[in-house]
C-alpha cells in the first residue's frame, strides 16, 4: 500500500537517515525527504508541503529542540506533526520536550514496528489530517 504523506526525515547520522528511509518506503511511503540538521529541515519545511517530520534530538547546526521551537513558533507550520527521534527516553527529558507538543517519540534504535505504530497514531488525530496538494 502507498501512502501519499511526506515525510521528512531530519538526522545529522546519514546511517540513521538510510534507515528510516528504508523503513518509511518498506511501509509503503513514497515520498521521503531527508535533511542532516534543524536549519535544513526548517528550509525544506518552508519550501514545501511535508505532511510529518521525524526530527532527531542531537545535532551539530540546529538541534532537534531548537528545530521543533521553530516549528511551533511559525505560524504556517505551528501544527505541523512531528515526532522526537532520540536515544534518551527518560521520563524527565520527555517532560522537558512535553511542551513543544512532539506528536511521539521513537526511541533508537527505531525498528519498522514502532515507526508504524508512532506513524498511525499521528494519522489517526483528525487534527493532523491535512490535504494532499
Do not use: H
Amino acid at each position: 500500500m502507498a501512502y501519499a504523506q511526506r515525510i521528512l526525515v531530519v538526522d545529522d547520522q546519514d546511517s540513521m537517515r538510510q534507515l528510516l528511509c528504508s523503513a518509511l518506503r518498506a511501509l509503503g511511503y513514497t515520498e521521503v525527504i531527508t535533511a542532516a540538521n534543524g536549519s535544513e529541515a526548517l528550509k525544506i519545511l518552508r519550501g514545501r508541503m511535508i505532511d510529518a517530520v521525524l526530527l532527531d534530538v542531537e545535532m551539530p547546526v540546529m538541534g532537534g529542540l531548537e528545530c521543533l521551537r521553530a516549528i511551533r513558533d511559525d505560524p504556517k507550520l505551528v501544527d505541523m506533526p512531528v515526532a522526537m527521534v532520540t536515544a534518551r527516553a527518560d521520563e524527565r527529558f520527555v517532560g522537558a520536550i512535553r511542551p513543544l507538543e512532539p506528536r511521539g517519540y521513537l526511541v533508537k534504535p527505531v525498528t519498522a514496528a514502532t515507526l508504524k505504530s508512532c506513524l498511525d497514531r499521528i494519522w489517526a488525530n483528525p487534527e493532523t489530517a491535512r490535504p494532499a496538494v
